[in-house]
Structure formats: structure tokens, C-alpha cells
């Protein structure tokens, strides 16, 4: 089928190279124009595991073509919009993006159009759309509106799309319904040709689940929701076990082996951050206080998630009592690992806290540097773990990326002022750092335990 996907983004680049991938003639439509041609040149804007690669495959079989929105919009029998929904001051999501694409797609398009929404949007979005469409569309556009909300996370986003847990579409007509079925069939029925594995791990069949537009929307932010409380519930629960002399990775297991609950997100650490749970759980609370429902429990979600950075804060603080002038090594930056994204990242607000402080930054992370650059000019950006460490009296970990787990412990105690980790998320071994001399400090109990390896990385 010919599709257009709008904005290259994270979902959009990912959507856009999936869909071209299964078989799909896919133009990507991008205003950023600076964008547009570093993916036109070949360049990839951000880094994700393996989507270079599909890209590079997609383009080489005439699958994928970048170009303006307006040739998009003049190209799909599908359009789905991509483009991002952030934050307003208010916690809303800013729609604009959203409406400026739906204005172009009713003044542009000819014949009829399925307009998928896959951003992250409020309840109603849906039938607001139809109303705009309406109302500024040319007798030549007929159309359907669609939610087909994206589940992906950064750092497995194409395997995410190609072998998901669910397909959610949100459709008022069985002509949309049917068109979303075809274009997600060789996703349903697991026949592609997959760019990741050789032979793909056994996987159950997605589930298609069709609903109407408003549930479709709500089950988006309900299930970030979901994942946000579970993040900061098991962070007050490791509060707990360190006051009352716990052992979180014990208790995370031991919660985790109910198959209720589930071993996934119950990592404690410094928070969750990145472009959905921060803003999406705002959005929900608004969108609830919206419709007279007093979400006062994701409020709460959202204020401890704010705090962990004030208690990894303290625990520097305890350690080394003044941060005037003291060289403190930060590894990581992503609000994740295996993703170069630091939009709402905790490392970033934690480095502001420390330089307010007087601290001086040395930090490393394998790929987001050059976005951190962009958001913190005045910290020092290093080559490597060892180069970041050097002279320093602390070394705060951030972000879970392997490589930390892997560096040589007795050159780093070399290098270093002061031998102290200070691990923001519980991801190093104990024993491994304490052995070679250096004092641990973790999070939740016993000095931070080493994670039992079932339990998924937060985010
Ligand atoms: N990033 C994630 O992990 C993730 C996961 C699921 C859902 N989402 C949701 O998907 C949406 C997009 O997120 P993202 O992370 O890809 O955002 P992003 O900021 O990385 O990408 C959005 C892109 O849209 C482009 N754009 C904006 N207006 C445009 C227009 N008129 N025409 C063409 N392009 C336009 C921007 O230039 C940008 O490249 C958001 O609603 C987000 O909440 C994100």
C-alpha cells in the first residue's frame, strides 16, 4: 500500500523504515529542513539500534522516499502522523503540530485518505480531528480518522514495531479497520523478513485489538501511566528497605516472581524521564481533571519521581559534604540506555543541581554527548569512562549502559581522586567495585545490591 508517514522522529523514523520494511511504498514527510536532508544524504538524525540499517535496505529497494509534508500528504492512501506533542506549561500536550498537519492534509489531499494519529494524544483528539477535517477539507478529500497509539521504546524500537505484544486501532468504520488489518498483516501473522534476528526467538502472534478512537487514545496513557507508577512505587518501596535495613533487589524479586505484578519496571533508581512518561503522565492528569476526575494518584507518581533526583543528590552531598570546586565523574546521560535521547532526562537535572552547587563535570556516555552538549555547554565531555574519571571524587552512575559494567576496575582506581561510586541505578555489582578498593554506594538498602538480571531496564 502507498503510505505517508509525517515527521521524523523517533516513532516516525521508526514507522516510516518498519512499514517499508514489510513491503510497504513509504514517503516520510519532514518540516525540519536541516532534517529532511541529512535523510535524504543517507545520515542518520539520532541513533537507534538497527534502524540505520533498515533504512539503508528500505531506500536501496525504492521502499522509502524522504521528501516535504505537502508531497506526504499528495502520497498516501494512509497518512500517519507522527510529529511529537510536547508538554505546555500547564502539563497539557501541546497540539499544534497536530492541527498544522490535519490543516495541510484538508486543503491538500485528493480522493479518500485513512489519517492515522500514532502521537501520543489526549481522549477526544480523534473526533476533534474529524471536526477540523470538516470544516477546512475541499470536496475532493474524503477520509477516515484513526488511533493507532505506538508502544515502541527507544533502543528497540524496530524490534518493538516488528514483533509487538499488540496492535491497538482506534476506528469508527469497518473501511479503516479493514485497511489498518492490511497494512499491520505481515506484522499480525509474524511473515517478514525480520533485519534483527536471523531466526526470529518464538514469539506469540500480536494481538489485534480494535476499539473505538476515545479507548484507543486512553490506553495509551493509561499504560504509561501504569509503567510510571510502577517505576516510583518500587523507588518508595527501596526508600523504605534502605531506612529499615532491606535488601531492594530481594524484595524487587520477590514482588516480581508474582506473575500479578511482573518482574518488569521494578528497578529503583533515579526516575524515569525521556519524551513519554514525564509528559504523557502530566497530559493524564489534565486530561483527567478535564473530564472532573481528581487523578490525585499519578500526581503523587509524579512528584516522587521529581524528587529522586533530590535524594541522589543528598547521597553525593553526604559523601563528599561541600561540591565546591570538587571534580565529580558522571557515566551516563541518556535518559536510558542504548538511546542518544536526553529530552527529560535525570542525568541532566542532576548535573544541574551538582553545577549550581559548584561542582565541576566530567562526563561520558557512549551516544548521547552531542545532544548533552546542546543542553549543558559548561560540563566537560570526555573521550572515555577512564578520561572522565581522572582527578575525580566521586563517579555517579546515570544511565544503565553495559559498558559500565565492563570497565577495568583497577585502572579505574588509577586514575581517580577519591575511590566512590555512587550508583544512581543500582546496576553494577557490589562486590566487583568493592574488591578493587573502591567504596559502593547504591540505592535502597545494604548499599545497593547487584539486580537480579530478569528485571528490565526502566524507561
Ligand atoms: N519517542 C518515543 O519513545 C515514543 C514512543 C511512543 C509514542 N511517542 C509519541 O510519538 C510522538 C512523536 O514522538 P517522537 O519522539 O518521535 O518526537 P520527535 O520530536 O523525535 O519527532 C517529531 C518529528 O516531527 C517533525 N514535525 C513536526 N511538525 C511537522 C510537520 N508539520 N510536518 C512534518 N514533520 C513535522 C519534527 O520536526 C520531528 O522531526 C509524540 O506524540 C510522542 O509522545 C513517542
Known amino acids: 500500500m502507498k503510505i505517508s508517514v509525517i515527521g521524523a522522529g523517533y516513532v516516525g523514523l521508526t514507522t516510516a523504515a518498519c512499514l517499508a520494511q ?31 540499517d533498515v533504512i539503508a535496505d528500505s531506500r536501496k529497494s525504492g521502499r522509502l522516499t524522504f521528501g516535504s509534508t505537502e508531497e506526504a500528504i499528495e502520497w498516501g492512501q494512509a497518512i500517519f502522523i507522527c510529529v511529537g506533542t510536547p508538554p505546555l506549561g500547564n502539563g497539557d500536550a501541546d497540539l499544534s503540530a497536530i492541527e498544522v498537519v490535519a490543516r495541510m492534509i484538508a486543503k491538500r489531499a485528493v480522493g479518500y485518505r485513512l489519517i492515522v494519529e500514532k502521537s501520543t494524544v489526549p481522549v477526544q483528539t480523534g473526533a476533534q480531528l474529524r471536526k477540523h477535517l470538516a470544516v477546512h477539507r475541499t470536496q475532493k478529500l474524503d ?4 488511533s493507532n497509539p505506538e508502544f515502541l521504546r527507544e533502543g528497540t524500537s524496530v524490534e518493538d514495531f516488528l514483533h509487538p505484544d499488540r496492535i491497538v486501532v482506534g476506528v469508527e468504520s469497518q473501511r479503516a479497520t479493514d485497511l489498518l488489518r492490511e497494512i499491520y498483516l505481515p506484522v499480525i501473522d509474524q511473515k517478514i523478513v ?11 502472534a500480536p494481538r489485534f485489538l480494535v476499539t473505538d478512537t476515545n479507548s484507543s487514545e486512553l490506553i495509551k496513557h493509561a499504560s504509561n501511566s501504569f509503567l510510571a507508577m510502577k517505576i516510583s512505587f ?5 526508600d523504605l528497605c534502605e531506612a529499615a535495613g532491606a535488601d531492594i533487589s530481594k524484595v524487587a524479586e520477590g514482588i516480581g ?16 524521564g525521556g519524551f513519554c512518561f514525564p509528559k504523557d503522565l502530566q497530559a493524564f492528569v489534565r486530561i483527567a481533571e478535564k473530564f472532573g476526575c481528581d487523578f490525585a494518584l499519578l500526581k503523587e507518581v509524579e512528584r516522587i519521581n521529581q524528587s529522586r533526583v533530590d535524594l541522589l543528590v543528598e547521597k553525593i552531598k553526604k559523601e563528599l559534604w561541600v561540591l565546591r570546586n570538587k571534580k565529580i565523574c558522571v557515566w551516563g546521560l541518556a535518559f536510558k540506555p542504548n538511546t542518544d535521547d536526553v529530552r527529560f532526562a535525570p542525568a541532566l537535572s542532576i548535573i544541574r543541581r551538582l553545577l549550581a552547587e559548584g561542582a565541576h563535570i566530567q562526563a561520558y556516555d557512549p551516544e548521547a554527548m ?15 569512562v577512564y578520561e572522565a574519571a581522572r582527578g575525580a571524587e566521586a563517579i555517579v552512575l546515570l544511565t544503565e549502559w553495559e559498558e559500565f559494567r565492563k570497565v577495568d576496575w583497577t585502572h579505574l582506581s588509577t586514575v581517580v581522586e577519591r575511590a566512590l ?8 555489582s557490589r562486590d566487583d567495585v568493592t574488591t578493587h578498593g573502591f567504596q559502593y554506594v547504591g540505592i535502597g538498602g545494604v548499599s545497593g545490591a547487584p539486580q537480579m538480571s530478569a528485571i528490565l531496564a526502566n524507561g
Open 370 to 384: 552531542d545532544k548533552a552538549r546542546k543542553e549543558i555547554p559548561e560540563v566537560a565531555y570526555c573521550q572515555d
Open 234 to 238: 518500587i523507588n518508595m518501596v527501596s
Open 421 to 428: 561510586i555512587i550508583d544512581g541505578r543500582n546496576t553494577l
Open 143 to 146: 477520509y477516515d480518522v484513526a
Open 194 to 204: 525480520c533485519p534483527i534476528h536471523s531466526e526470529c526467538p518464538q514469539r506469540k
Open 22 to 52: 514489510i513491503g510497504h511504498d513509504v514517503f516520510c514527510g519532514e518540516s525540519d529542513i536541516e532534517k529532511l536532508h541529512t535523510l535524504q544524504a543517507g545520515v542518520m538524525p539520532f541513533f537507534e539500534p538497527h534502524l540505520e
Open 257 to 272: 516472581l508474582d506473575p500479578r505484578i511482573g518482574s518488569s519496571f521494578l528497578q529503583p533508581g533515579i526516575g524515569f
